[in-house]
């Protein structure tokens, strides 16, 4: 193998390396972007129930309320049966028990709401972890598929890896220099072929020159623009 030719070898490996390191990206991703998902959701489901605790709570307060204002209301009517009672204090007796009365109705109101907010969370939140539970064991069941994949794809790595190593000791020269470089600059593929005077990369018409230099010769040219390797693959005699 020429020079030349073993750097299309190479990049022959690393565009399948690439291909790897894309693939492995993606499995990663599915991972992550499921995490994120089943996290968001538990999330909501503890606010839910964090809610549900306070409207509990308040619920609660509203009972103890109404319990107070009734028993008011009872001992003041209890006041009321009393014989000897002077008019004046009949009268702010009757008072104070209209006063509260008029508190009971918007009491219920609020303790009715809050009774229908629980029942409805209650049912949401009941909903929410049995959904909950099930996302979790296919976060599960994802993770396992993407390690297994992730494992296999590993292997390849190494293997393609490995040749591509053994490749590159017998390939010191120049031209490796360069498309090392071109490579860590960048990234994918970094030689083209071409069989017209153009260059597939940036769109230069190359000079009648450059294209010479490569026929017959077998060698890769850089662009004059934008300094990739070219490869012409037409016909080696062809006037340009
Ligand atoms: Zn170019």
């Known amino acids: 193998m020429t020079e030349w030719e073993n750097l299309l070898e190479i990049q022959k490996f690393d565009l399948e390396l690439d291909e790897i390191h894309a693939k492995m990206a993606r499995e990663n991703d599915r991972t992550k972007k499921f995490s994120s998902e089943v996290r968001k959701e538990s999330d909501l489901l503890a606010q839910q129930e964090e809610m549900l605790k306070k409207i509990n709570l308040r619920k609660r307060k509203l009972e103890t309320e109404l319990n107070e204002v009734n028993d008011k209301i009872r001992v003041s009517e209890m006041k009321l049966k009393n014989p000897g009672m002077s008019p004046n ?3 702010s007796l009757s008072k104070e028990i209209e006063t ?3 508190k009971i109705p918007a009491l219920e109101n609020s303790l009715l709401e809050d009774m229908e907010k629980v029942e409805k969370l209650e049912k949401y939140i009941e909903t929410g972890k049995k959904v909950s539970e099930g996302r979790k064991k296919q976060l ?4 396992n598929k993407v390690s297994v994949a992730l494992t296999g794809l590993k292997k390849d790595e190494d293997l393609v890896r490995t040749q591509r190593n053994q490749l590159s ?4 020269g120049y031209g490796y220099e360069v498309y090392e470089k071109l490579r860590l600059e960048r990234k994918g593929r970094v030689i083209f072929d071409i069989d017209k005077p153009s260059c597939p990369s940036c769109g230069l018409k190359l000079p009648g020159g450059v294209v010479s230099t490569m026929m017959g010769s077998g060698a890769f040219e850089s662009c004059p623009n934008c300094g990739m390797f070219l490869h012409w693959t037409g016909i080696a005699d062809g006037i340009v």
């Open 140 to 143: 599960e069941d994802i993770k």
């Open 169 to 172: 000791f017998t390939s010191k």
């Open 89 to 91: 204090v009949y009268m």
């Open 100 to 102: 509260l009365k008029g």
